[in-house]
């Protein structure tokens, strides 16, 4: 998830695992807060690309299995 978060401008929303606690998710949360509108206008400013990257990866899994001999794909 990170990677992804990473590659749409937004990983400073992310929690590493090994930082987890009440104390962190509170402090995103409320980062999240203080920021939505900005949140919301990347991500809809970012809908139509990650939209065409799912098709492409759909795609690629969908040419993988198939080439694997999975028949239902």
């Known amino acids: 998830m990170k990677g992804f978060m990473q590659s749409i401008g937004l990983s400073e929303y ?18 999240l807060e203080a920021n939505h509108d900005a949140y919301k206008n990347r991500l809809k400013n970012i809908h139509s690309d990650m939209k065409q990257q799912a098709y492409k ?3 690629i899994v969908v040419n993988f299995l198939q080439e694997k001999g999975v028949t239902n794909a």
């Open 14 to 31: 992310c929690i590493d695992l090994n930082e987890l606690s009440e104390k962190t998710l509170f402090a995103k949360f409320g980062q």
């Open 57 to 59: 990866t759909t795609e």
